[in-house]
Every structure is written in C-alpha cells, then in structure tokens.
C-alpha cells in the first residue's frame, strides 16, 4: 500500500445511517455510519486515514484480464460444429435417421429442420429439450418404394446456422424383407413366439425384444402387456401372427391394415 493521508472530522449529523461529516475548513461530505468508531456522536472528531492499494489494483486487473481470456476462448474461439447423420433403418415406405451428439460449444440450440432432397420438410424434429435428453434419431415416412432419397440435416445456433453431410437411402421394393424389424407381444404360447422367430429368419427379416422407432411391425394376439403400449406410442402397427405367415406365403410385403389386431 502507497502512502496514506490522514484527514480530521467533526460529526455534524448522524441520521438513517450516513453521518455528515465537517473538515476543518468547512467541507461537508457523506460518510457511513457504520464505518466510524463506536460510541462517535454529533460532535465527536474523528480521524480517517484514506490510502491507495496499488496490489489490490494489480490483483483485480489480473483477475478481469483473465476473465476476458477466457471469455474469448469459451465464445470467441470454440464454435459449433456441424451435425453429423446416417442412416439408422429404412423400409419400403419410412427412414430413421440417426445423428452423433450435437457439438454446440458454448451457443444454445434454436431449431433443428430436415433436407429432403434439397427441400425443406414439415416434419416433427426433437426439441432443444428432446436434443439435451439425449434424442438422437428422427422417423420421416410417407416415402415411395423402391426410390432414391438425399437427406440432410439444418441446425439452427444461436452462433448461427449449420448443415450435416447428406445421405442417401434408397427405399426397399415390397419383395425385399429385410427391413422388415418385428417385435413380439402376448401370444398363445413361447412355442408360438419362437415358431415366428423362424419365419423372420427364412423371409429375411429380423426381430427384437425391445420396441423402438426401428420396428416396424408388432406381432399380439392380445392387445396387452408394456411391450404393446410402447407400439401405441410409437404408432407402430399391431398386427395378428397371420400377417407374418402372409408375407412369407407371397415372398413380399403384405398390407398390415388386413391383419389389425382388433
């Protein structure tokens, strides 16, 4: 600390916490009350020693300077990058596409929108809450058989506006089955479950114990259990185990809307 300079007062008033203080020639100034001595009433004469600390001056300009360093390497230097996507599952009719966690630096996500070749979708894409919970993946149907598709991704920051790589998919003609992904509900019996468990296998297609956006077809004779309820959500059809033995019996995919599970 420099030199300090020492000053005299005399207590003029003390009121709701500032004090009025008056220096030899008749200067008035506002001073807290609560920084003078204890027992100081109108008429005390204080003394106040006023210096300057030039370490603390150094130390604060340290710290700000370090501040605006990291400032710089937190939003000036990191940016966000682009999304990356593939492709997750495709069917005659319908693509997931799946994407890596999106790198945002320090930016917030505004929006995310889907490219289908080169036009911009309606489709419902996971929110920034969606994003933040780990929803990696988007279902967009309505796709024609047997065609060409280019898919991309437009990411929204606030640092601004990103697109993913393109991808292309082509959709499965009705006779190829190996997209065809089924999951299994409340049946007769094991002995069934696993009979259709062959059936996939000869057609080509394959099954899972878990129900996601991936599957395409689950198979009950009753309308029950967690697995079907988790189909509801993902508006996935639920058919009889008729419609696997149809689409074995005629080598290609068959319309589930016959084989509904009332």
């Given at each position: 600390m420099s030199h300090t300079t020492s000053a005299q007062f005399t207590v003029g008033k003390l009121d709701a916490g500032m004090a009025m203080l008056l220096t030899e020639d008749y200067q008035l100034i506002e001073f807290p009350s609560v920084l003078l001595p204890k027992g100081v009433v109108l008429g005390s004469v204080v003394n106040i020693d006023v210096g300057r600390d030039k370490g603390a001056e150094q130390r604060q300009r340290n710290e700000f300077r370090e501040l605006q360093e990291q400032i710089l390497v937190d939003f000036g230097t990191r940016l966000p990058k682009a999304p990356v996507i593939r492709v997750g599952h495709t069917t005659q009719t319908w693509t997931v596409l799946e994407w890596e966690p999106l790198d945002l630096a320090a930016a917030e996500l505004r929006s995310l929108h889907l490219y289908r070749d080169g036009q911009r979708m309606m489709q419902s894409m996971p929110s920034s809450l969606d994003v933040a919970n780990s929803v990696l993946a988007v279902k967009t149907s309505g796709l024609d058989v047997d065609?060409?598709?280019?898919?991309?991704?437009?990411?929204?920051?606030?640092?601004?506006?990103?697109?993913?790589?393109?991808?292309?998919?082509?959709?499965?003609?009705?006779?190829?089955?190996?997209?065809?992904?089924?999951?299994?509900?409340?049946?007769?019996?094991?002995?069934?479950?696993?009979?259709?468990?062959?059936?996939?296998?000869?057609?080509?297609?394959?099954?899972?114990?878990?129900?996601?956006?991936?599957?395409?077809?689950?198979?009950?004779?009753?309308?029950?259990?967690?697995?079907?309820?988790?189909?509801?959500?993902?508006?996935?059809?639920?058919?009889?185990?008729?419609?696997?033995?149809?689409?074995?019996?005629?080598?290609?995919?068959?319309?589930?809307?016959?084989?509904?599970?009332?």
């Open positions: 065609h060409d598709y280019e898919f991309k991704i437009e990411m929204r920051t606030s640092a601004g506006t990103l697109f993913s790589n393109a991808v292309t998919i082509r959709t499965h003609s009705l006779d190829n089955l190996c997209g065809v992904c089924v999951c299994f509900g409340e049946c007769e019996s094991q002995e069934e479950i696993e009979n259709m468990k062959e059936t996939v296998k000869r057609i080509g297609a394959s099954w899972t114990d878990q129900v996601s956006m991936s599957v395409t077809h689950f198979i009950a004779r009753y309308k029950a259990g967690p697995g079907c309820e988790a189909a509801l959500r993902y508006n996935i059809p639920i058919v009889k185990p008729d419609w696997l033995l149809a689409c074995e019996a005629n080598s290609k995919l068959q319309p589930a809307i016959k084989f509904y599970l009332e």
